[in-house]
T-cell receptor
Framework: GAVVSQHPSWVICKSGTSVKIECRSLDFQATTMFWYRQFPKQSLMLMATSNEGSKATYEQGVEKDKFLINHASLTLSTLTVTSAHPEDSSFYIC???????????????FGPGTRLTVT | SQQGEEDPQALSIQEGENATMNCSYKTSINNLQWYRQNSGRGLVHLILIRSNEREKHSGRLRVTLDTSKKSSSLLITASRAADTASYFCATTSGNTPLVFGKGTRLSVIA
């Protein structure tokens, strides 16, 4: 149980275009989803936290108008990278939790990641 | 912001040897978790240790937690080439999501 999928697994897009990445919880209701970004040989950096039906909370330094997050249902969150540039090329990983608010004692369940390359 | 700091950043050992990685963090935590990530792939959850626990085992993995020193260690015994990966510690505190350390890149040479 507790499977999280991401689609696509990799994507190449041209500079200036937008790309959408989907994150789905397959067998549980994800009240909260998280988006992380990972540059090569670096750690995962939290970009934003989204709760179903409400606006995402972005970490300091993450442009909310550039990285649009929608968590419209309890099983789906999307991250749209708008007007992508080569510096946005990265590995984007989502995770999901079935605990809203409160304690994060249980693990977050991670998706397999999406590799974005902007040319 | 990053909470955990792994040490060493990179580790290269021979197959069969033990590998020890350390993680230090800054604030009080609810729990600390270790993850493995193969190159270009997603995360694999290895083990979770709660703040009131001091040691935990899972197969060839042994994790310790010292809350007084705000540190944890991950020991992989009898390492195998397949253990080659990056290893991250991650912590939660209060109402925050997981915050990851910088990771240790482990290379196990056959």
């Amino acid at each position: 149980g507790a499977v999280v999928s991401q689609h696509p697994s990799w994507v190449i897009c041209k500079s200036g275009t937008s790309v959408k990445i989907e994150c789905r919880s397959l067998d549980f209701q994800a009240t909260t989803m998280f988006w992380y970004r990972q540059f090569p040989k670096q750690s995962l950096m939290l970009m934003a936290t989204s709760n179903e039906g409400s606006k995402a909370t972005y970490e300091q330094g993450v442009e909310k108008d550039k990285f649009l997050i929608n968590h419209a249902s309890l099983t789906l969150s999307t991250l749209t990278v708008t007007s992508a540039h080569p510096e946005d090329s990265s590995f984007y990983i989502c995770s999901a939790s079935d605990r809203g608010g409160g304690s994060w004692i249980s693990e977050q369940y991670f998706g397999p990641g999406t590799r974005l390359t902007v040319t | 912001s990053q909470q955990g700091e792994e040490d060493p950043q990179a580790l290269s050992i021979q197959e069969g040897e033990n590998a020890t990685m350390n993680c230090s963090y800054k604030t009080s935590i609810n729990n600390l978790q270790w993850y493995r990530q193969n190159s270009g792939r997603g995360l694999v959850h290895l083990i979770l240790i709660r703040s009131n626990e001091r040691e935990k085992h899972s197969g060839r993995l042994r994790v310790t937690l010292d809350t007084s020193k705000k540190s944890s260690s991950l020991l992989i015994t009898a390492s195998r080439a397949a253990d080659t990966a990056s290893y991250f510690c991650a912590t939660t505190s209060g109402n925050t999501p997981l915050v990851f350390g910088k990771g240790t890149r482990l290379s196990v040479i056959a």
